[in-house]
Structure formats: C-alpha cells, structure tokens
T-cell receptor, first 109, second 115 residues
Framework: LAKTTQPISMDSYEGQEVNITCSHN???????ITWYQQFPSQGPRFIIQ???TKVTNEVASLFIPADRKSSTLSLPRVSLSDTAVYYC??????????FGGGTRLMVKP | GAGVSQSPSNKVTEKGKDVELRCDPI?????LYWYRQSLGQGLEFLIY????????KSGLPSDRFSAERTGGSVSTLTIQRTQQEDSAVYLC?????????????FGPGTRLTVL
C-alpha cells in the first residue's frame, strides 16, 4: 500500500484559502488519490477523488502533478465549520484504504 | 435513503465482559468495513467484508476480536474478554464495491468504554 505523509496540523483564518499537501512517493499506476474529512464525533466523509491533473467539486479542488507523487487539497475561503481532520489516502480497486493521522485544520475567526 | 447506522451509540462495560457492536450498511452495498479510532488518533483498519465473506482479517488486533456478516447486510463485531485498551470508537463503513477506489460511507460510530 502506498504510504502518505501530510502535515499533522494547520491553522488558518476565516475567508482564507487553505492548501493541504500530501506526499505519496510510491503511488502505484492504478492508484487513485482520495481525501476524506472528519468532524469531531463523526465518521469521515468523502470530499474529493482524482487520478491526475485537477479535479474540482462544490467543496474543494484537488491538484495532482504529472508525477503523481504528491497532491494538494485546496479549500477556498474557509469558514469556522471547515475545522476538521483531513485524510489523504491512495488506493485502487484491489486494496484497502489506510487512514493515517490526517491533518488537523483549525480555522480561527 | 438511510445511511449507515450503528448500535449502540455508546457502550460502557467492565473489563472481561464480551460486547457486540452492530452495523447496518446502506442497502445494496456489498462491501462493509470496520475501523477503530482511539482518542485523537487516525483510523485503524480492522476487517472488511465482500458480501458475507471476509477476505482480509489482518487488521484484527487479537483473537478476542471477531466479526461476521449475514445475508450480505448486517454485520456484528464481537470483542470477547474486553480489556481497557479496547476503549475506542468503532466505526463501520460501507461501499457499493470493495476496494480503495470506492467511496466509503461511514456510520456515526460506537463509543466503547471498558472500565
């Protein structure tokens, strides 16, 4: 399984753009990159998934360079409610996801 | 439609007792996963089911832990002779198909406290 490395924590302020970068140097050709968000006392929930280049949905954008050895989750104009733990995972149809410690994002007023 | 549900939401038990945790996945989802999350930590994979079979039991911490799934739906995680280190939130998730590519839908979890 490809191992991921991401910052333990980040602080931001309301209205700012937040970028969380994850490294996955040994990502396999058939692996996809997926990000989950977890609020306190809740299970994680899927945010976004991509294979290469850029993916955007109503919540976030995901930037993946050509070598795919890293990815960046971008949250535009964060609010206090975006305070959560964000997990970066890589996996494919044939394996299970491994959730690491994630990145604790704290959004301040 | 209904999401993943888990019961009980909280369970307090005494050391040495057995506990059963239940998970009701989203209807039609063939894959079901169990994770454990200790306070302030990430998720620890325990086991997953594809239908009623469990191809990967490698994450179960010890032989005190077992899980079953019947009818391709409800799953039960059983912990025998509970220990204080078993205290954690146990999360269940389901997906339409197994595998890391497929979106997992999580339940609210069962908070287990072993006294």
């Amino acid at each position: 399984l490809a191992k991921t490395t991401q910052p333990i924590s980040m602080d931001s302020y309301e209205g700012q753009e937040v970028n969380i970068t994850c490294s996955h140097n040994n990502i396999a050709t058939n692996d996809y990159i997926t990000w989950y968000q977890q609020f306190p006392s809740q299970g994680p929930r899927f945010i976004i998934q991509g294979y290469k280049t850029k993916v955007t949905n109503e919540v976030a954008s995901l930037f993946i360079p050509a070598d795919r050895k890293s990815s960046t989750l971008s949250l535009p104009r964060v609010s206090l409610s975006d305070t959560a733990v964000y997990y970066c995972l890589v996996g494919n149809a044939g394996n299970m996801l491994t959730f690491g410690g994630g990145t604790r994002l704290m959004v301040k007023p | 439609g209904a999401g993943v549900s888990q019961s009980p939401s909280n369970k307090v038990t005494e050391k040495g007792k057995d506990v059963e945790l239940r998970c009701d996945p989203i209807s039609g989802h063939t894959a079901l996963y169990w994770y454990r999350q200790s306070l302030g930590q990430g998720l620890e994979f325990l086991i997953y089911f594809q239908g009623n079979s469990a191809p990967d039991k490698s994450g179960l911490p010890s032989d005190r832990f077992s899980a079953e799934r019947t009818g391709g739906s409800v799953s039960t995680l059983t912990i025998q002779r509970t220990q204080q280190e078993d205290s954690a939130v146990y999360l269940c998730a389901s997906s339409s198909l197994a595998g890391g590519y497929n979106e997992q839908f999580f339940g609210p979890g069962t908070r287990l406290t072993v006294l």
